[in-house]
């Protein structure tokens, strides 16, 4: 599989892990001591790191540092939306939308010059 292409689909497997790990907690233990939750989401961070560290290998043997951080940064916010409104059950609010956009901005800025 092309480098570019197991970087994404890496990203997508961690950032599922990392967002879970910050922000599960809140509905899942949020009757627990706080150091509970730490280490429940310790546990989860670390296949976050599985995934996290390969793919940002991989990744920067074919793209710039920050060109990496952008695509983490779009993979992070389309897998925090459907958590936060299926999941977390948050009201769906305009301003995730225009969250996209600056990030579809941020891309188009980082990449214009490859």
């Known amino acids: 599989m092309a480098p570019f292409l197991s970087t994404i689909g890496l990203l997508i497997i961690s950032n599922m892990f990392m967002t879970f ?20 989401s310790w546990g989860v961070a670390f296949f976050e790191y599985m995934f996290m560290i390969p793919a940002n290998r991989i990744g920067y043997s074919v793209l710039s540092l920050p060109q990496l951080k952008i695509i983490q ?42």
């Open 21 to 40: 790990a910050w922000y599960g907690h809140l509905k899942n233990l949020d009757n627990k001591a706080w150091y509970i939750a730490v280490f429940f």
């Open 73 to 114: 940064e779009c993979i992070t916010l389309s897998i925090f939306v459907p958590f936060a409104l299926f999941y977390m059950e948050q009201p769906l609010k305009w301003d995730y939308l225009w969250a996209a956009c600056c990030l579809l901005g941020a891309v188009f800025f980082i990449f214009r010059s490859t």
